[in-house]
């Protein structure tokens, strides 16, 4: 199979939580709509999400109406097995990328999202287990069967993703981590360098730290709340999420943030980041909030 390049939306959408919402499969559907109408198209799932719930849940939804598959790129994972009514002979949470876990797990998503093939497959989290001839055998197998058009890792080093690249004949696309101002490791310890050199897209999951940039007390979060609210009056936003988003996306590295709200007036905003520019100055005000320090 030609492998053709993989274009993300600007904006990838997250359905961990879909599990975690009181939603019929009508306001399922209703929420895929809402982000295909605002050019979010790729939508970002893993197997284990939700208690294994969540695949389910949009695969309902998605075929009520099918026809909405070819609008949108499926993204999932695999890696983790979790002690659950799906796993019973799982008695302790552990990795698994060995060749027959990834290919059952695709195969167990597949029926799940009620779909015949993932756009994306990625590795979940790294496994100090990981056999990268066994994950390569697995990938060759997916793709020459169609169920998998491209692979890429989350929350890899760039060690642990060029391994994965040497025995892999596939082009990895990209490494899912954790970008956000309350969290910049990745800034700082080669990963979105690595992205950069080797012109891999990023996709940035907690984007807002998890809440804790909104609702903490601690002092990184305190100044990290008035400095965003500042810039946000400085440059018009309409609140310090979009601030977030735009600083995320000042990145060089050009990350693709992932939204994980239900709520389709939070997304438009999110959305409405691309419209910000953060000039130096206010994108390192940031930077020394969270740091609690100047530059060096």
């Known amino acids: ?83 659950n009514d799906h796993n019973p002979d799982v008695y302790l949470n552990h990795y698994d990328t060995t060749s027959e876990h990834i290919i059952a797990s695709v195969e167990n998503s597949l029926t799940r999202l009620k779909t015949d093939y993932l756009d994306l497959l990625l590795i979940h989290r790294p496994d100090p287990l990981m056999d990268a001839n066994a994950v390569a055998h697995a990938f060759g197998q997916l793709q020459q069967q169609g169920k998998v058009l491209h692979f890429g890792v989350s929350n890899f080093t760039p060690q642990q993703f060029d391994l994965l690249q040497s025995r892999v004949e596939q082009k990895l696309v990209c490494n899912q981590v954790e970008i956000s101002p309350s969290n910049m490791s990745a800034l700082h310890d080669g990963t979105l360098d690595h992205c950069q050199q080797h012109k891999l897209k990023p996709m940035a999951w907690s984007c807002l730290g998890g809440g804790d940039i909104f609702n903490a007390t601690d002092p990184k979060s305190i100044r990290l709340r008035s400095t965003l609210a500042s810039i946000a009056d400085e440059v018009g936003a309409e609140n310090i999420s979009q601030v977030i988003y735009a600083w995320v996306l000042a990145l060089p590295s050009k990350p693709h943030p992932i939204i994980g709200s239900g709520n389709i007036e939070r997304i438009r905003s999110a959305v409405k980041a691309t419209e910000l520019r953060l000039t130096r100055q206010q994108w390192f005000s940031i930077w020394q909030a969270s740091t609690g320090h100047g530059v060096p």
Request: net charge negative; charged share 20%; glycine share 8%.
């Open 1 to 83: 199979m030609q492998e053709t390049a993989l274009q993300l939306s600007q904006f990838i959408a997250g359905f961990w939580r879909t599990a975690d919402r009181n939603t019929n499969t009508q306001q399922r559907l209703a929420l895929i709509q809402g982000y295909l109408d605002l050019g979010v198209y790729s939508m970002d799932h893993a197997d284990i999400y939700g208690g294994y719930q969540c695949e389910q849940l949009f695969g309902e939804a998605l075929a009520l109406a099918p026809a909405l598959r070819d609008k949108m790129q499926i993204i999932s994972k695999c890696g983790i097995r979790l002690v």
